[in-house]
């Protein structure tokens, strides 16, 4: 079955240090790939995305993931991480067969230490 | 801004009673999600519509709930009876999809959610 996995329930990292969260994929196809980013209490806030082309994908506050299509992952960065930038991280992706919604990983909570 | 709208924010209901959640998806988009978000199993596709037209409604529990778009500005999920099981945090998500040849799947909007907690 396809399916995204992020392997670590939570990152901690320290306040000015690069951040990186993980995401493998197992998908059919050519993978549409996600970030999604929740904060407490609040929905589910777009990111990024892989459709083709560049390796290298930038998106909303500064941070970027790279399709890795050897190794199968897909894992977000930041080169400097913010307080601020403590949430619930999403990794997700679309099925090309069978029910065409966004299936999401079990989601990686990311702390932030000042 | 154009953003996804849900009501209530919150619900706080007795096992039985019929709840109903509404959601204004984003105008112009062609897809409407519904998602339920738990501790235990995490983010859930409940239902899906492409253009108003259910696609797929295989995540739900058919005997209690039902998912509906009247219109194209409002989008309906309803669960009667209500059951404790059925505590969680349930969203809405709207999106423009490019079907067909060169078919795009574009990123989901997310609505605010909401939290339904049956006693």
């Known amino acids: 079955a396809q399916s995204v996995a992020q392997p670590e329930d939570q990152v901690n990292v320290a306040e000015g240090n690069p951040l990186t969260v993980k995401c493998t994929y197992s998908?059919?196809?050519?993978?549409?790939l996600f970030w999604y980013v929740q904060y407490p209490n609040r929905g589910l806030q777009f990111l990024l995305k892989?459709?083709?082309?560049?390796?290298l994908v930038k998106g909303s506050y500064g941070f970027e993931a790279e399709f890795n299509k050897s190794q199968t992952s897909f894992h977000l960065k930041k080169p400097s991480a913010l307080v601020s930038d403590s949430a619930l991280y999403f990794c997700?992706?679309?099925?090309?067969?069978?029910?065409?919604?966004?299936?999401f990983g079990s989601g990686t909570r990311l702390q932030v230490q000042p | 801004d154009a953003r996804v709208t849900q009501t209530p924010r919150d619900k706080v209901t007795e096992m039985g009673q019929e709840v109903t959640m509404r959601c204004q998806p984003i105008?112009?988009?062609?897809?409407v999600f519904w998602y339920r978000q738990t501790m235990m199993q995490g983010l859930e596709l409940l239902a899906y519509?492409?253009?108003?037209?259910?696609?797929?409604d295989s995540g739900m529990p058919k005997d209690r709930f039902s998912a509906e778009m009247p219109d194209a500005t409002l989008a309906t999920l309803k669960i009667q009876p209500s059951e404790p099981r059925d505590s969680a945090v349930y969203f809405c998500?709207?999106?423009?999809?490019?079907f067909g040849q060169g078919a795009r799947w574009n990123e989901q909007f997310f609505g605010p959610g909401t939290r339904l907690t049956v006693l």
């Open positions: 998500a709207s999106g423009l999809v490019l």
């Open positions: 998908v059919s196809g050519n993978p549409y």
């Open positions: 892989y459709i083709t082309g560049d390796n």
């Open positions: 997700a992706f679309y099925p090309d067969t069978g029910r065409r919604a966004l299936t």
């Open positions: 105008l112009g988009h062609n897809t």
């Open positions: 519509f492409r253009n108003r037209a259910p696609l797929d």
